[in-house]
Every structure is written in structure tokens, then in C-alpha cells.
């Protein structure tokens, strides 16, 4: 079966910190794939998508993610972390050609940043 | 365009009542997906459909739980009898061929 890893549950930084939150995914064929973000108390929104291209996307807020097809891989990034960016972090992948839109979601990283 | 729209926002219920819960997905949108967050288990989908037809259920936890899409512009998702343990954030999304899923507001259960 499909699986996702995100492999911190809880990240811990001081503003102006580099983020690099890690998402394995365990399916050989073509995906697509999605970074969600949590703020506190709210729903999910979308930060930033790959569906095929450039293996580096640039989402919303200054994040951006890396696609490494040979790692499995879809790594966040942030050079610089905002107070503003404490947030339960999401990695999803969908099956391209499958079920549409059967994305299957990492347990999620939380992200606390320190004033 | 509104989003995705949940309705009731919180629910506190007790043990034993019918609770439905419901979302209006963004129109146009030909997917609709039920989820549920809780600490212990994160995000897991429940159902979800194409074109108003369910497509897989297989995270519907038991036969207590139902859910219905009667026409493209809205969907229930009905607990019946509830428990202490469905007390959760139950989110609905919709999305449009090979496009992004769109998140509601969630609904907050608690079920004493």
C-alpha cells in the first residue's frame, strides 16, 4: 500500500532558522505532490503542488519543495522561518492515473517558531 | 467564489444521538471527500466521491458511519449511533479533475 513519511513530528526553531522538513513516499509510479499547511485551530490550505517539470516548486509565504524521483522524496523548505509560520505541516501524494484525487497524507510535522 | 462550506462548525452531542454533518464543495468541483483529525490518528480519509457516486469507503470506520452525496452541490456525512471516541474534526474537501483538493472549515464534534 501507499504510504507517506514525514519523519519530525515536532520541529522546534528561533526566527529567521532554516526549515527543512522531510516527506518520503513509498510508490514507483507517476505522482503528484502536495504540501498542506494547519495554522492553529483552522483547515488545511495548500502551500505548494508538483504535478511534473520543474522538480523545484515555489509555493506560497517563501516556502518552496524539492522533487528527487530517485530519493522518493518531497522535502519543504524555508530559508528564513517567521513566528508566522507555526503551523502543522502536511505532506499528501496522489496516484497520478489512479482514483482521482485519492491523496494520501503524511501524520503531519508541527513546526513551533520562537520569537 | 465561497470555498468549501461545513456546517455546523462545532457539534457537541451526547452518546447515542444521530449527528449529520454537512458540506456544500465549491461549484463546479466533481470530488468531494470526507476526513477526520484527531491527535491520536491525524488525518484520514473516510470516503470520497466522483460525480456523486462513492468510489471508496474502505476508511469508513464501521457501519455506524454514513455518507451520501445527493447531487453535485451537496453531501452528508450522518453518525448514527454517535460514540465518545468519533469526537474528531471531520473536514470535507472537493477538488476537480487532476486538480488541487480544496479544504473546508471542518466541523468540530465532541460527543459526551
Known amino acids: 500500500a501507499q504510504s507517506v513519511s514525514q519523519h519530525n513530528h515536532h520541529v522546534i526553531l528561533s526566527e529567521a532558522a532554516s526549515l527543512e522538513l522531510g516527506c518520503n513516499y513509498s510508490?514507483?509510479?507517476?505522482?503528484?505532490l502536495f504540501w498542506y499547511v494547519q495554522y492553529p485551530g483552522q483547515h488545511l490550505q495548500l502551500l505548494l503542488k508538483y504535478f511534473s517539470g520543474d522538480p523545484l516548486v515555489k509555493g506560497i509565504k517563501g516556502f518552496e519543495a524539492e522533487f528527487i524521483k530517485s530519493k522518493f522524496s518531497f522535502n519543504l523548505r524555508k530559508p528564513s522561518v517567521q513566528w508566522s509560520d507555526t503551523a502543522e505541516y502536511f505532506c499528501?501524494?496522489?496516484?497520478?492515473?489512479?482514483?482521482?484525487?485519492?491523496?494520501?497524507f503524511g501524520k503531519g510535522t508541527k513546526l513551533s517558531v520562537k520569537p | 467564489d465561497a470555498g468549501v462550506i461545513q456546517s455546523p462548525r462545532h457539534e457537541v452531542t451526547e452518546m447515542g444521538q444521530e449527528v449529520t454533518l454537512r458540506c456544500k464543495p465549491i461549484?463546479?468541483?466533481?470530488?468531494l471527500f470526507w476526513y477526520r483529525q484527531t491527535m491520536m490518528r491525524g488525518l484520514e480519509l473516510l470516503i470520497y466521491?466522483?460525480?456523486?457516486?462513492?468510489?471508496?469507503d474502505s476508511g469508513m470506520p464501521e457501519d455506524r458511519f454514513s455518507a451520501k452525496m445527493p447531487n453535485a452541490s451537496f453531501s452528508t456525512l450522518k453518525i448514527q449511533p454517535s460514540e465518545p471516541r468519533d469526537s474528531a474534526v471531520y473536514f470535507c474537501?472537493?477538488?476537480?479533475?487532476?486538480?488541487?483538493?480544496?479544504f473546508g472549515p471542518g466541523t468540530r464534534l465532541l460527543v459526551l
Open positions: 499528501a501524494v496522489e496516484n497520478y492515473g489512479g482514483s482521482q484525487g485519492n491523496l494520501i
Open positions: 474537501a472537493s477538488s476537480s479533475y487532476k486538480e488541487t483538493q480544496y
Open positions: 461549484s463546479g468541483h466533481n470530488s
Open positions: 466521491f466522483n460525480n456523486n457516486v462513492p468510489i471508496d
Open positions: 510508490y514507483g509510479g507517476t505522482v503528484n
